[in-house]
């Protein structure tokens, strides 16, 4: 079971690029990795996934080395709006038995 | 609109007084779990299920029961609830073959056992 240790807060500016790394030595070889984002008083919501490299989609990017112990999620320019905590989850549910459990999320904060 | 339901959002109740959250689910998904979410202590699974008939312990699974009779639903039990219970708790579904990890979270319930 891969755990993981993300930083458990972290100061932005709106415009700036934001990077969050998570660490998950553990990782196993079908494991992927997901990031989500949480407003208060709402559910986390999916954001992005990788298995290794780099994956872009519209609102963020996720870095991947070649040995797959760590990631980072980052968020470009930045608004007021990201204000959030963000999960980083290492696991595969296709397998039988697989529990998934997150990281202790990242409070990301972001100033005007 | 594809959602996961949760019910009661809201919920004090008295220690030892049997209560059900309901979790519901409109996507067909096979995957379900439950997580409650303590400050400082980030997500942790409590159970989850595989497909109907079949789950299994999560992270935090004392005090808890669940059951899955039906592929949309997956109720979570509190038998006899305690003060250190008090959390809010998240219900989440995904499809096993499709994204791996892509969970779709309800909006949560908030428990308060006095």
């Known amino acids: 079971l891969a755990k993981t240790t993300q930083p458990i807060s972290m100061d932005s500016y709106e415009g700036q690029e934001v990077n969050i790394t998570c660490s998950h030595n553990n990782i196993a070889t079908n494991d992927y990795i997901t990031w989500y984002q949480q407003f208060p008083s709402q559910g986390p919501r999916f954001i992005i996934q990788g298995y290794k490299t780099k994956v872009t989609n519209e609102v963020a990017s996720l870095f991947i080395p070649a040995d797959r112990k760590s990631s980072t999620l980052s968020l470009p320019r930045v608004s007021l709006s990201d204000t959030a905590v963000y999960y980083c989850?290492?696991?595969?549910?296709?397998?039988?038995?697989?529990?998934?459990?997150f990281g202790g999320g990242t409070r990301v904060l972001v100033k005007p | 609109e594809a959602q996961v339901t949760q019910n009661p959002r809201y919920l004090i109740t008295v220690t030892g007084k049997k209560l059900t959250v309901t979790c519901s689910q409109n996507?067909?998904?096979?995957?379900m779990s439950w997580y409650r979410q303590d400050p400082g202590l980030g997500l942790r699974q409590i159970y989850y299920s595989m497909n109907v008939e079949v789950t299994d312990k999560g992270d935090v699974p004392e005090g808890y029961k669940v059951s899955r009779k039906e592929k949309r639903n997956f109720p979570l039990i509190l038998e006899s609830p305690s003060p250190n219970q008090t959390s809010l708790y998240f219900c989440a579904s995904s499809f096993r073959t499709a994204v791996p990890g892509e969970l779709f979270f309800g909006e949560g319930s908030r428990l308060t056992v006095l």
């Open positions: 989850l290492v696991g595969d549910l296709r397998a039988a038995g697989n529990k998934l459990t």
């Open positions: 996507m067909n998904h096979e995957y």
